[in-house]
């Protein structure tokens, strides 16, 4: 099983268009952090505390090209690190590993495309609902 969580450890970022901000602006909220856990047959892959509103613009722009056939490599970049932190790539048939150089197993996951998919789709709902205006 593959799931992918945020946890706002009781703090609110305040709502704002940020889907529709420009990376330079996004820049202003890098103090807004949440807890992102992802697991993998109930093994932790990844958990740190993000910058919310930089993760959220990241992976919404992706999730975006994704939709329109653009599978490209999700790449989350943080100004805070000089190495991408959590990396999905496409690979044959249908098939995403994600990776993370923090992982906290032995190897990067490989899950199928569909699972990948609905797990960004629930996670962005969230993240929307709680914080875009």
Same mark, same amino acid.
């Given at each position: 099983?593959?799931?992918?969580?945020?946890?706002?450890?009781?703090?609110?970022?305040?709502?704002?268009?940020?889907?529709?901000?420009?990376?330079?602006?996004?820049?202003? !909220? *890098?103090?807004?952090? #949440? @807890?992102?856990? $992802?697991?993998?047959?109930?093994?932790?892959?990844?958990?740190?505390? =993000?910058?919310?509103?930089?993760?959220?613009?990241?992976?919404?722009?992706?999730?975006?090209? !994704? *939709?329109?056939?653009? #599978? @490209?490599?999700? $790449?989350?970049?943080?100004?805070?690190?000089?190495?991408?932190?959590? =990396?999905?790539?496409?690979?044959?048939?249908?098939?995403?590993?994600?990776?993370?150089?923090?992982?906290?197993?032995?190897?990067?996951?490989?899950?199928?495309?569909?699972?990948?998919?609905?797990?960004?789709?629930?996670?962005?709902?969230?993240?929307?609902?709680?914080?875009?205006?």
């Amino acid at each position: 099983m593959f799931t992918i969580n945020i946890d706002f450890l009781g703090q609110q970022p305040p709502r704002a268009p940020y889907s529709r901000m420009s990376l330079d602006e996004i820049y202003g !909220y *890098l103090l807004w952090e #949440a @807890d992102l856990t $992802v697991t993998y047959n109930n093994q932790m892959l990844f958990s740190e505390e =993000v910058a919310i509103i930089e993760f959220y613009w990241y992976l919404v722009n992706w999730y975006r090209r !994704y *939709l329109t056939g653009n #599978a @490209d490599q999700f $790449v989350y970049s943080t100004v805070e690190h000089t190495e991408p932190i959590l =990396v999905f790539s496409p690979q044959q048939n249908q098939y995403w590993k994600i990776d993370s150089i923090w992982k906290q197993c032995d190897k990067p996951a490989l899950i199928k495309e569909e699972i990948l998919h609905s797990e960004v789709h629930k996670l962005l709902e969230e993240i929307m609902v709680a914080i875009e205006a």
